[in-house]
C-alpha cells in the first residue's frame, strides 16, 4: 500500500506560468515533507521542506502547501522556467525530538515538462 | 568533494556474483541512509546509520543484503549471491537537521 502518492505521472506547463504538483499521504504519523527534483542519471536535489506546525513554506519561486486534514501538500513553481524540467519527488517521515528522523517514504514522481 | 559521493557509478554484475558498493558522505554528517530505486519508482529506504550504528534496517529486503559504516563515515552498502531482482539504482543520503542530501547513485545490473 502506498503511503505517499503523487497521482500525475507527467504534467506539461508553458514557461513563464505556474507549474502545481500535487502529492497525497495516508499515514498520520508523517510530520515533516520534502521535494526533490531529480534530473536523468543524477541524484534527487533537495527543494524545500515544510514540517506539519505550518501550512505554507516559500522559497524563491518555490512555495510549498499542506494541507493536514485533507492529507495533501503541493508544490507551486513560479513562474515555471526551463531549467525546471525534471522529475519531482514528494516525500514524508516522521520527526524525532532529538533531531533525527525516520527514512523518507517517496512518491512514485511526476515528470515536469516546461514548454517553451 | 563537497557532495555525497557513490562509487561505483554503474556495476555489471553476473547473477550469483557478490557486490559492495561505496558511499562517502558529507563530512560532518552524522546520519546516512540507503535507498534502492527501481525503473519508473521512487526511491524505497533499505537502512539508516547513526554515526556507525545501525538503527534501522527494517528496508533491507532480505539477509543477502547487508550494510556497514565501521567508523561512522564511509559506508558500504553488500548484496551478496546478486539475482535480477537487485538490479536497480542505489542511492545514499547523508542528512542534516532533517535535510537528506543524496549521492548519484549506483546503477546495478545483474545478467
Avoid at chain 1, 82 to 107: E, I, K, N, Q, W
Avoid at chain 2, 19 to 45: K, M, N, T
Wanted: charge should be positive; glycine fraction near 8%.
Amino acid at each position: 500500500d502506498q503511503q505517499v502518492k503523487q497521482n500525475s505521472p507527467s504534467l506539461s506547463v508553458q514557461e513563464g506560468r505556474i507549474s502545481i504538483l500535487n502529492c497525497d499521504y495516508t499515514n498520520s504519523m508523517f510530520d515533516y515533507f520534502l521535494w526533490y527534483k531529480k534530473y536523468p542519471a543524477e541524484g534527487p536535489t533537495f527543494l524545500i521542506s515544510i514540517s506539519s506546525i505550518k501550512d505554507k513554506n516559500e522559497d524563491g519561486r518555490f512555495t510549498v502547501f499542506l494541507n493536514k486534514s485533507a492529507k495533501h501538500l503541493s508544490l507551486h513553481i513560479v513562474p515555471s522556467q526551463p531549467g525546471d524540467s525534471a522529475v519531482y519527488f514528494c516525500a514524508a517521515s516522521r520527526m524525532y525530538s532529538g533531531g533525527g528522523a525516520d527514512g523518507l517514504t517517496f512518491g512514485k514522481g511526476t515528470h515536469l515538462i516546461i514548454q517553451p | 568533494g563537497a557532495g555525497v559521493s557513490q562509487s561505483p557509478r554503474y556495476k555489471v554484475a553476473k547473477r550469483g556474483q557478490d557486490v559492495a558498493l561505496r558511499c562517502d558522505p558529507i563530512s560532518g554528517h552524522v546520519s546516512l541512509f540507503w535507498y534502492q530505486q527501481a525503473l519508473g519508482q521512487g526511491p524505497e529506504f533499505l537502512t539508516y546509520f547513526q554515526n556507525e550504528a545501525q538503527l534501522d534496517k527494517s528496508g533491507l529486503p532480505s539477509d543477502r543484503f547487508f550494510a556497514e559504516r565501521p567508523e561512522g563515515s564511509v559506508s558500504t552498502l553488500k548484496i551478496q549471491r546478486t539475482q535480477q531482482e537487485d538490479s536497480a539504482v542505489y542511492l545514499c543520503a547523508s542528512a542534516i537537521k532533517n535535510i537528506q542530501y543524496f549521492g548519484a547513485g549506483t546503477r546495478l545490473s545483474v545478467l
